[in-house]
Nanobody
Framework: VQLQAFGGGLVQAGGSLRLSCAAS????????LGWFRQAPGKERDFVAA????????NYADSVKGRFAISRDNAKNTVYLQMNSLRPEDTAVYYC???????????????WGQGTQVTVSS
């Protein structure tokens, strides 16, 4: 199983970025997909998760109303649209997949390599 995240970069505060994660999961639709982030010197924290149909979506309080997770099962891809970015959103962002609904890091057993997002003030 492989997940590859991309789309990170440097953006000014208030700007937007869209992260993508392509997954070689079979079948892709069986997996819960999530995004986590890790700032320097901090734990890897939950950001967002979505089930296969989109009927269950959860966000960390810190990103509610600004970030949106979505998935395209036909393209085996999950996205994270990030708007109104803040300097505190600076982190390495990881996509992850798991077999059951969860927002807990240990329940996701497949991880991408991470993509850096830097928000300047």
């Amino acid at each position: 199983v492989q997940l590859q995240a991309f789309g990170g970069g440097l953006v000014q505060a208030g700007g937007s970025l869209r992260l993508s994660c392509a997954a070689s999961l079979r079948p892709f639709s069986n997996y819960i997909l999530g995004w986590f982030r890790q700032a320097p010197g901090k734990e890897r924290d939950f950001v967002a998760a979505e089930n296969w149909s989109g009927s269950s979506i959860n966000y960390a309080d810190s990103v509610k109303g600004r970030f949106a997770i979505s998935r395209d099962n036909a393209k085996n891809t999950v996205y994270l649209q990030m708007n109104s970015l803040r300097p505190e959103d600076t982190a390495v962002y990881y996509c992850a997949a798991g077999p059951r609904w969860s927002i807990v890091k240990r329940d996701f057993d497949s991880w991408g390599q991470g993509t850096q997002v830097t928000v300047s003030s």
